[in-house]
C-alpha cells in the first residue's frame, strides 16, 4: 500500500515536469520510474534518512531522493567494492557525464542529472563528496577536529547544501546552518561507529585526542567493549556536536515552512542516536546505538510542533570549513523559476499515517 502510494505522486510528479519541461510522455514516465527507484534505494539503504524524508513536501522529497541515491551509490561503489580507485575513476566520469547532460542509462543517474540542472546544484558540491569518499578509500586519518570536520564538510554538509538548494534556500546564513547541522550529524556518526570502524580498520577521532588518551587507532581494534579512555573519547565527539546541532537547527527558521518538520525530525532523530550513545555508557566498541522505529515515529510526531525558539542565528559566520561550499554555490547560475515547484505547508502531515502504517507492518512481520 505504502509502495503503491510512493508510486503515484512520483507520477503525479512526474505529469506535472512534462508539461513544465515540454517532456514527451514516455520521457515523463520514465522519470516517475527513476524517482521512484531512487526512492526504493533510500527506503532500504538508509532508515533515519528514509524516515524524516517522508515529512518532506513531495516534490522537494523526489529531488532529495534523487541526490541522496546518488550518492549512497557512489559511496558503496568505492566502499564495498573489489577497487576503490576504479570506482572513484567511474563514478567521477558519471559525474562528468550528468553535469555535460549525458548520464549513464541508469535510473539513480538520470534522476539526479535532471535535479542537479533543474536546481543549478554547482559541480563543486558533488565533487568535494567524491574527495570525501576518496579519503575514506585512502584510510586517511585525522589529527585535529578540524581535520574531522574538513572530511564532515565533504561526507555530510555536501548534502545538506545540496538539499537546501532543492527547498529553494540559497541565502550564505541558512546554507551555512545547514553545513552545522550536516557536520553535527556526521560527528554523531563517528562516535556511534567507532568500533566498526576499528574492526574494519578505520579511525575518524582526531589523532591528538588518541594520544592524549594514551591510545592508537590499533588499539581501538583490540577492545571487545570501550574502557574508560575509549568512553572519555566518545562522549568528547558527542560534545564535539552539540554546538553544531544547536546553530544548525536555528537555521531551521530560515527554510520553507513546509520543509521545516522534515528537517526537525532529522535532527532529533540523529541526536536521539547520541542520546542512546549516553544512556550506553558512551560503550560504542560493544554496541551500536539504534534509535527504536516507536521513538523515531515520536519525534517525527513533535517536529510538527513549532518551536517557539526558533530563530535563526544569522550573525554566527559559516564554519571555516565548509565556506568553500557557500562560495560555490553564491558563484552559481540562479535555477529556471519554472523547473520545480515551491513548497506549500500542508503538504506532509499525510506521513505520520504512513509511519504508522510501517510500523504495524514491520510489527506484523516480527510477529509471523
Not at 143 to 151: A, C, G, N, P, R
Not at 225 to 230: F, G, K, L, N, Y
Not at 234 to 254: E, F, K, N, Q
Amino acid at each position: 500500500m505504502a509502495i503503491g502510494l510512493a508510486g503515484a505522486r512520483n507520477e503525479e510528479y512526474a505529469i506535472r515536469m512534462q508539461s513544465r519541461l515540454a517532456l514527451s510522455p514516455d520521457q515523463a514516465a520514465e522519470l516517475a520510474g527513476d524517482f521512484a527507484a531512487c526512492g526504493r534505494i533510500i527506503r532500504d539503504g538508509s532508515k533515519s534518512f528514509h524516515a524524516a524524508s517522508l515529512l518532506l513536501p513531495r516534490d522537494v522529497r523526489a529531488a532529495a531522493y534523487a541526490l541522496y541515491a546518488f550518492c549512497r551509490v557512489s559511496d558503496d561503489a568505492v566502499d564495498l567494492g573489489a577497487d576503490p580507485a576504479g570506482a572513484l575513476l567511474s563514478v567521477r566520469c558519471r559525474l562528468r557525464q550528468a553535469y555535460a547532460g549525458q548520464p549513464d542509462p541508469s535510473s539513480v543517474d538520470r534522476a539526479f542529472a535532471w535535479v542537479i540542472s533543474a536546481y543549478s546544484i554547482p559541480s563543486a558540491l558533488p565533487e568535494a563528496l567524491l574527495e570525501g569518499f576518496e579519503w575514506d578509500a585512502a584510510g586517511r586519518n585525522f589529527e585535529t577536529l578540524s581535520d574531522v570536520k574538513t572530511y564532515a564538510a565533504r561526507v555530510a554538509a555536501t548534502v545538506g547544501v545540496m538539499i537546501s538548494l532543492v527547498m529553494g534556500v540559497r541565502s550564505r546564513e541558512a546554507l551555512a546552518r545547514a553545513c552545522d547541522l550536516g557536520m553535527a550529524m556526521q560527528l554523531t556518526n563517528i562516535a556511534r561507529d567507532i568500533g566498526e570502524d576499528a574492526r574494519a580498520g578505520r579511525c575518524y577521532l582526531p589523532l591528538e585526542w588518541l594520544r592524549e588518551a594514551g591510545l592508537s587507532s590499533a588499539d581501538l581494534a583490540g577492545l571487545a567493549e570501550a574502557d574508560s579512555p575509549v568512553r572519555a573519547l566518545t562522549a568528547r565527539m558527542l560534545d564535539a556536536a552539540r554546538p553544531l546541532y544547536r546553530s544548525g537547527v536555528s537555521g531551521i527558521a530560515l527554510l520553507p515552512e513546509a520543509c521545516r518538520p522534515a528537517i526537525r525530525a532529522a535532527a532529533s532523530i540523529y541526536a536521539e542516536i547520541g542520546a542512546e550513545i549516553a544512556r550506553g555508557g558512551h560503550d560504542t566498541i560493544a554496541r551500536r546505538a539504534v534509535v527504536s522505529k516507536r521513538r523515531k515515529i515520536a519525534l517525527a510526531a513533535s517536529s510538527f510542533i513549532p518551536v517557539r525558539t526558533e530563530e535563526a542565528d544569522a550573525d554566527l559566520p559559516p564554519a571555516p570549513e565548509c565556506a568553500f561550499l557557500i562560495e560555490a554555490v553564491a558563484a552559481a547560475p540562479l535555477p529556471r523559476p519554472q523547473a520545480a515547484d515551491i513548497p506549500r505547508a500542508g503538504t506532509a502531515p499525510w506521513a505520520i499515517d504512513l509511519f504508522l502504517r510501517l510500523e504495524q507492518r514491520d510489527l506484523q512481520a516480527e510477529a509471523g
